[in-house]
């Protein structure tokens, strides 16, 4: 079975009332082929509202959901509250969290399994930092990272992974083709041998960092590159560009 292209936007804590309007026209004017998944993911404020406003082939995701369904957890999102609201995806464990908000393996794990529990999919977050890329332990860290969503989460239906080399995040540093291509073959081969044969062959396992429409069509001739995860470009018109990657 094709694994379906996916294609995520990560704004990150950028927008407003205006920027979402423009951005909501932008996406809207795109063309999304019958094989690309395209979901983009605005600051948790504007979820809704962009929600509401975009077309029914473009979803929408939160950047961040708790392990909890409510209760005394100030400034927290429960992925029960997106379901409410019509939201099905999430993006969990960016390394931006994991970094900046101290969010351990074991946390992402959990929150992973919470929000499939409670019906939205999830953008799993993974990747290494330059000085482990550099110490040559980048198939040791994602395992790990990888290991700690395992552990508590048995069917891997509705989690896309998003590999991102933390090094090659909004700096401009692309990993290479051949480099992408080699962590993302050893994740599949990682999830054949821990998880199951189904998972590996059905679970999307999208590239980010750096990612822009000069070099999306390249790195999506890859085979085991199921697609992106986006960030600065998902605000620029390029975006739809990089949606046609593999057309």
């Known amino acids: 079975m094709a694994r379906q292209f996916f294609i995520g936007g990560n704004w990150k804590m950028n927008g407003s009332v205006a920027e979402c309007k423009k951005l909501i026209e932008m996406l809207n004017g795109f063309e999304v082929p019958a094989n690309t998944e395209v979901v983009v993911a605005p600051p948790a404020l504007y979820v809704d509202r962009v929600n509401q406003g975009l077309k ?3 979803k929408v995701a939160a950047q961040n959901t708790y392990i909890k369904a409510s209760g005394a957890y100030t400034g927290e999102i429960a992925p029960q509250m997106l379901k409410d609201m019509g939201v099905d995806w999430v993006v969990l464990g960016h390394s931006e969290r994991r970094e900046y908000f101290k969010e351990s393996d074991e946390l992402v794990g959990e929150k992973t399994a919470f929000a499939l529990a409670a019906g939205v999919s999830v953008i799993a977050c993974i990747g290494e930092k330059l000085e482990e890329r550099e110490a040559n ?4 860290v994602v395992a790990r990272q990888m ?3 395992a552990n508590h989460v ?6 896309v992974v998003a590999y ?3 090094w090659a ?7 290479t083709p051949e480099q992408a291509q080699d962590v993302h073959a050893f994740l599949r081969k990682w999830l054949a041998e821990n998880v199951s044969q189904k998972a590996a062959d059905e679970t999307r396992i999208l590239y980010g960092g750096s990612v822009n429409g000069g070099n999306c069509k390249t790195l999506a001739a890859k085979p085991d590159i199921d697609g992106f995860l986006v960030g600065g ?4 018109p390029e ?9």
């Open 233 to 236: 470009a998902s605000l620029k």
């Open 147 to 149: 290991k700690a969503i």
């Open 164 to 166: 991102e080399p933390v």
């Open 169 to 175: 995040i909004g700096t401009g540093k692309v990993a």
């Open 239 to 247: 975006f739809g560009d990089i949606i046609l990657s593999r057309q």
């Open 137 to 140: 332990i980048t198939n040791d």
């Open 56 to 58: 029914k082939e473009i």
């Open 154 to 159: 048995q069917d891997w239906t509705n989690v």
